[in-house]
């Protein structure tokens, strides 16, 4: 059959494959197999072989030896190997930042109905460090829409619920060199352990040091509200304007308040949950202080025409994904006050 | 930097990234036959090896480690060309065939039994004893990658001179290298 097909090839006269024509087929075939790992086989060529190929398991066997051998000397080192190999290596560095920052788009699209800004800011600046390096430095940052809760999974496995409206930044030297986070509004931390690189979180006026634990922190830069309450291993908070040894340590169950003036400490009553399942609830809380934290997940103004309204004390609870109006009705029932929203976000209750 | 962190040998993943990549790659281009692809699939296991450092704590033979990641995803690769429902381009029955060889050795090739030390010293001990030129010609093409007719213009010669010294080459190649193959 193959004597039939080079034959008549040679006999059409358009592609003469060799001369000596009387050859037995073994020997064209290996030919034609050491021209194919020489790298020029017609195509016409590579069709008989590849066909004979299909047929003939001891052709198959010589097949596979030539290639280990092409493969074999082809796996050596060589000459150029070392211009192009640095660029890749440069190359992974920003696809495993992207992918970094793909999964936390994973997670964050899993836990949040809706979609999260999470901008990725990049500050090329020329930073010259010693030998003339220069570092790029990006951020991750991610805002939680109004009455949105986010869960997401930190570099180095620390888990954080964040409240509506809050925002979060961290470098992308984040558990490489330092554990920082920058947090506007307020988060539930459960962090990882790590005692030679503390987690800081880093708010508009009290830094927070921790080495493995679980606290919350409420911190809306567009408030002077500042609390954080510890569940679990302890914390230092400290202002972050003044030296570290002026920091306040909390044990489990503590808190801290500002009151305008100081931080006080006080026996927590916090209740991890509202951040973890969206649902507030609250018990005796002073109107005063529940306003306060709706003025900062809604991002609302209440405008109160009695003043006593603010000392009323009330108990209940709502999800945290319902809209203002909802939530105020619910309040109302208790017949302590009537509202009315206006037009530019401001609430009246009177 | 970050890519310097130690693995368990003492070795940092710069320094293993540095002396494998370039060899994974070829061996991944000698059956898969696009060096592209070969790169990517290549990157794509150092990724994951950067992203799951622990894996490296537990492997004992680094070489054939590596060669088996690559070489499975390579096995993968090639069985995707070889089914029309894989495929995103349409290719021809000579093609196709090529890619159904390729993936037949591929799967015969035995990652655990050589050292690249012991193999890189056969391969250069045997290219000495070739004639010069046939020598010079094989380092030109397989070893620094030029095309048959660039030599060719280069030591003006025809490329069937050319492919004569490479078979020449190859065949002294496949003589001292028959344990290894």
């Known amino acids: 059959m193959l004597k039939n097909k080079f034959s008549s090839l040679s006999g059409g006269g358009k592609a003469i494959l060799f001369r000596h024509t009387n050859e037995p087929q073994w020997n064209l075939m290996d030919k034609l197999l050491l021209k194919y790992f020489t790298d020029s086989l017609s195509d016409e060529e590579k069709a008989i072989l590849f066909q004979e190929l299909e047929s003939n398991p001891s052709l198959r066997e010589e097949f596979i030896k030539w290639q280990n051998v092409t493969t074999l000397s082809d796996v050596t080192i060589k000459k150029s190997d070392s211009q192009w190999v640095s660029g890749k290596i440069d190359e992974l560095e920003n696809i495993v930042q992207k992918r970094k920052i793909n999964r936390l788009f994973i997670s964050l699209a899993k836990y949040a109905a809706v979609a999260i800004l999470v901008s990725c800011v990049w500050f090329v600046g020329n930073l010259y460090i010693g030998k003339h390096k220069e570092i790029a430095q990006e951020f991750t940052m991610i805002e939680v829409p109004k009455g949105q809760t986010v869960y997401i999974t930190l570099p180095d496995e620390t888990k954080v619920w964040l409240s509506s409206r809050s925002k979060l930044k961290f470098s992308n030297q984040f558990n490489k060199s330092e554990r920082i986070i920058e947090l506007d509004g307020e988060g539930f931390f459960s962090v990882s352990k790590n005692t030679d690189m503390p987690f800081i979180v880093d708010t508009k006026t009290y830094d927070i040091k921790v080495t493995g634990t679980q606290f919350n922190v409420f911190a809306y830069s567009e408030s002077s509200h500042f609390e954080t309450d510890l569940v679990e291993g302890s914390v230092s908070v400290y202002n972050n304007g003044l030296p570290e040894d002026k920091a306040i340590r909390l044990q489990p169950n503590e808190g801290v308040s500002f009151d305008g003036e100081k931080l006080i400490k006080s026996r927590s009553t916090f209740v991890s949950t509202h951040l973890i399942d969206g649902i507030y609830s609250f018990e005796n809380m002073p109107f005063r202080d529940l306003q306060k934290r709706l003025e900062l997940w809604y991002n609302i103004r209440f405008n109160i025409e009695k003043e006593e309204i603010l000392a009323y004390k009330f108990s209940g609870k709502f999800n945290k994904s319902d809209d203002i109006e909802r939530i105020l009705n619910a309040i109302k029932e208790t017949g302590k006050f009537n509202f009315r929203i206006e037009e530019d976000a401001t609430i009246d209750i009177y | ?181």
């Open chain 2, 1 to 181: 930097m970050s890519n310097s962190f130690k693995l368990n040998n003492n070795t940092t993943f710069r320094e293993m990234y540095l002396s494998y990549f370039p060899k994974l790659v070829h061996f991944s281009k000698a059956h898969i036959l696009s060096q592209i692809d070969a790169e990517n699939i290549v990157q794509d296991v150092f990724v994951y090896l950067w992203e799951n450092k622990e894996v490296l704590n537990s492997v004992k033979n680094l070489n054939a480690f590596l060669f088996t990641m690559v070489k499975n995803r390579c096995i993968d690769y090639l069985r995707s060309k070889t089914q029309a429902s894989g495929r995103k381009y349409s290719i021809t029955d000579v093609q196709e065939k090529e890619f159904e060889l390729k993936l037949y050795a591929l799967q015969r090739f035995d990652e655990n039994s050589f050292s690249h030390e012991e193999i890189e010293s056969i391969i250069s001990n045997a290219l000495e004893t070739l004639p010069p030129r046939c020598r010079e010609i094989f380092i030109l093409s397989r070893m620094e990658g030029l095309k048959h007719k660039d030599i060719a213009q280069r030591l003006n010669i025809s490329t069937n001179t050319i492919e004569g010294h490479i078979s020449t080459a190859l065949k002294k190649l496949r003589e001292v290298l028959k344990e290894y193959i």
